[in-house]
């Protein structure tokens, strides 16, 4: 058989990555690279577009450069991206607003009008989300005609990260349902389009917005000048794939009612897959890649971020320092973290550094050690932020009991952070359920070469493409029992601090 490759890519926060994997779905050959951040304040957030391509471009040419992949096996591009990442294109393709990321918070009184315009209850009947500024481009949509009217007038479609790396590459418009339900102008619940009545209570023009794909469709064949002279052949399908954690999940498995994944990078998301529209307020609610079916997505926005946050700030003598074992930095901090009492010696931390989506939904909420004391060091700190995410993750994990009516006893987790076997014994305890790592790293890319794969006819379908995936277990984790009363005590008080400091947060900006 003939070799045929196919190609994701991933635009996260700040790094893209880019992997080829065969008719197999086997892995051959991956690459990454960071890009430029625009944050010229406290509030604003945006990509760099042109050195987030030129990474693109970048890891594409390493790809055929170093690991020697035939550009012209490339058969079709899918494509994986953070959501949402919101950028206004002109009649030509021209970018006019650079993507603003899920953490721009410019848009916090747009989002106060969706409320008042539309109605949280209606505005949750038909799009099954709240709005937030920034995690609901709706808003930053809003912002944008409010503060850029100019802008605003010259735009001929808003579209998400996956609508401007296909326009890139072959020139169309396109935004798949798993980006578009994270909108808070489509219709999650109902029919799957764009919802006019919203458009026309919040003062937005529907024609703004880019026509809806499923996840597997091809949106074009390779136009871009740089590609074709790379090698790369005309006649390559651009697939416009999906959200990255919808893609990683695919991967992982999650495509069938039930199933049920836990990614940890710098979020932490549990992501359940039901096939019926019924949902929480508490979470993000979206169409999943997977057509037919939904996903309910409890996002933690700042749980990596906040344990590299003590590590760039507590451990910095760790960071060049591998131990005798030749474990080196993190690993070594995760040991510390494992010396500390369970418990952390009365210490709780609430993960909310930067605002945060699940389940409180406030932009204004921060991180917070209650309990510190003059015995407390940094050892128990540590402990308390690894302790203050498992606590997060057991409360979505009730709410999402609560909506399906079903027990959740065990779930699988993915992604860099999933293999600290430390983490993953102390959010099993906490949560009491046992916890299959899986070797999986990166999932999104590939979950956006599978649809590119769908998308081509290599694959039949996607539950095919997904079953295809080689899904080696890391590690085991079964949950204990031993510390069961003084983690109880721990939560009790977790989910009881945020809403007596609801109010504070908001003094303390002085708002």
Same mark, same amino acid.
């Given at each position: 058989?003939?070799?045929?490759?196919?190609?994701?890519?991933?635009?996260?926060?700040?790094?893209?990555?880019?992997?080829? !994997? =065969?008719?197999?779905?086997?892995?051959? /050959?991956?690459?990454?690279? &960071?890009?430029? *951040? +625009?944050?010229?304040?406290? $509030?604003?957030?945006? !990509? =760099?577009?042109?050195?987030?391509?030129? /990474?693109?471009?970048?890891? &594409?040419?390493? *790809? +055929?450069?170093?690991?020697? $992949?035939?550009?012209?096996?490339?058969?079709?591009?899918?494509?994986?991206?953070?959501?949402?990442?919101?950028?206004?294109?002109?009649?030509?393709?021209? $970018?006019?607003?650079?993507?603003?990321?899920?953490?721009?918070?410019?848009?916090?009184?747009?989002?106060?009008?969706?409320?008042?315009?539309?109605?949280?209850?209606?505005?949750?009947?038909?799009?099954?989300?709240?709005?937030?500024?920034?995690?609901?481009?709706?808003?930053?949509?809003?912002?944008?005609?409010?503060?850029?009217?100019?802008?605003?007038?010259?735009?001929?479609?808003?579209?998400?990260?996956?609508?401007?790396?296909?326009?890139?590459?072959?020139?169309?418009?396109?935004?798949?349902?798993?980006?578009?339900?994270?909108?808070?102008?489509?219709?999650?619940?109902?029919?799957?389009?764009?919802?006019?009545?919203?458009?026309?209570?919040?003062?937005?023009?529907?024609?703004?917005?880019?026509?809806?794909?499923?996840?597997?469709?091809?949106?074009?064949?390779?136009?871009?000048?740089?590609?074709?002279?790379?090698?790369?052949?005309?006649?390559?399908?651009?697939?416009?794939?999906?959200?990255?954690?919808?893609?990683?999940?695919?991967?992982?498995?999650?495509?069938?009612?039930?199933?049920?994944?836990?990614?940890?990078?710098?979020?932490?998301?549990?992501?359940?897959?039901?096939?019926?529209?019924?949902?929480?307020?508490?979470?993000?609610?979206?169409?999943?890649?997977?057509?037919?079916?939904?996903?309910?997505?409890?996002?933690?926005?700042?749980?990596?971020?906040?344990?590299?946050?003590?590590?760039?700030?507590?451990?910095?003598?760790?960071?060049?320092?591998?131990?005798?074992?030749?474990?080196?930095?993190?690993?070594?901090?995760?040991?510390?973290?494992?010396?500390?009492?369970?418990?952390?010696?009365?210490?709780?931390?609430?993960?909310?550094?930067?605002?945060?989506?699940?389940?409180?939904?406030?932009?204004?909420?921060?991180?917070?050690?209650?309990?510190?004391?003059?015995?407390?060091?940094?050892?128990?700190?540590?402990?308390?932020?690894?302790?203050?995410?498992?606590?997060?993750?057991?409360?979505?994990?009730?709410?999402?009991?609560?909506?399906?009516?079903?027990?959740?006893?065990?779930?699988?987790?993915?992604?860099?952070?999933?293999?600290?076997?430390?983490?993953?014994?102390?959010?099993?305890?906490?949560?009491?359920?046992?916890?299959?790592?899986?070797?999986?790293?990166?999932?999104?890319?590939?979950?956006?070469?599978?649809?590119?794969?769908?998308?081509?006819?290599?694959?039949?379908?996607?539950?095919?493409?997904?079953?295809?995936?080689?899904?080696?277990?890391?590690?085991?984790?079964?949950?204990?029992?031993?510390?069961?009363?003084?983690?109880?005590?721990?939560?009790?008080?977790?989910?009881?601090?945020?809403?007596?400091?609801?109010?504070?947060?908001?003094?303390?900006?002085?708002?």
């Amino acid at each position: 058989m003939e070799e045929k490759y196919l190609l994701g890519v991933d635009v996260g926060t700040s790094s893209i990555k880019v992997v080829v !994997i =065969d008719q197999q779905a086997r892995l051959v /050959a991956q690459e990454s690279a &960071v890009y430029r *951040l +625009i944050n010229p304040d406290q $509030v604003s957030i945006q !990509i =760099d577009t042109a050195d987030m391509w030129n /990474a693109f471009t970048g890891c &594409v040419g390493a *790809l +055929i450069s170093r690991h020697k $992949v035939d550009p012209a096996k490339i058969l079709a591009i899918g494509i994986s991206s953070l959501c949402p990442g919101l950028a206004a294109f002109d009649e030509k393709g021209a $970018v006019l607003v650079d993507p603003i990321i899920y953490s721009d918070r410019r848009s916090t009184q747009e989002a106060e009008l969706f409320r008042q315009k539309v109605g949280t209850q209606e505005l949750f009947a038909i799009t099954a989300n709240s709005p937030m500024a920034g995690a609901m481009s709706g808003t930053s949509m809003l912002w944008i005609k409010r503060h850029l009217p100019e802008i605003y007038a010259r735009t001929r479609y808003f579209g998400h990260v996956n609508t401007l790396i296909a326009h890139m590459l072959c020139g169309s418009f396109a935004i798949d349902h798993s980006n578009a339900s994270y909108t808070l102008l489509y219709d999650t619940v109902g029919s799957g389009t764009w919802s006019q009545a919203i458009c026309e209570k919040i003062g937005l023009d529907i024609e703004k917005l880019p026509p809806l794909h499923k996840s597997t469709d091809v949106v074009g064949t390779l136009t871009h000048p740089v590609l074709l002279a790379m090698g790369l052949s005309p006649q390559t399908k651009i697939v416009i794939g999906g959200g990255d954690t919808a893609c990683a999940t695919l991967a992982a498995g999650v495509v069938r009612q039930g199933d049920v994944c836990e990614s940890v990078g710098t979020t932490d998301v549990l992501t359940v897959c039901v096939d019926q529209p019924k949902f929480s307020p508490h979470f993000i609610n979206r169409r999943h890649v997977v057509d037919g079916t939904w996903i309910y997505q409890g996002a933690m926005s700042h749980t990596g971020s906040s344990y590299q946050w003590i590590y760039d700030n507590f451990y910095q003598d760790y960071k060049d320092y591998p131990s005798v074992s030749g474990k080196r930095g993190m690993i070594l901090m995760n040991d510390d973290a494992d010396q500390a009492p369970p418990g952390a010696d009365g210490l709780v931390f609430l993960p909310y550094m930067m605002g945060e989506r699940s389940p409180v939904w406030d932009p204004y909420a921060r991180g917070v050690f209650f309990g510190l004391s003059l015995k407390t060091t940094r050892r128990e700190m540590n402990r308390a932020v690894l302790e203050g995410c498992a606590y997060g993750l057991r409360q979505l994990i009730a709410m999402v009991e609560e909506v399906t009516g079903q027990p959740l006893t065990a779930f699988s987790s993915i992604g860099g952070g999933a293999k600290s076997r430390v983490w993953a014994q102390i959010k099993a305890d906490i949560t009491g359920r046992d916890i299959t790592v899986l070797d999986m790293n990166d999932m999104a890319p590939v979950g956006a070469a599978l649809l590119a794969g769908v998308g081509a006819g290599v694959f039949q379908d996607v539950y095919e493409a997904s079953a295809r995936v080689e899904k080696t277990v890391c590690m085991e984790i079964r949950h204990s029992d031993t510390h069961k009363a003084v983690y109880d005590q721990r939560y009790q008080v977790y989910i009881s601090l945020y809403p007596q400091l609801k109010e504070l947060y908001k003094i303390n900006l002085g708002l």
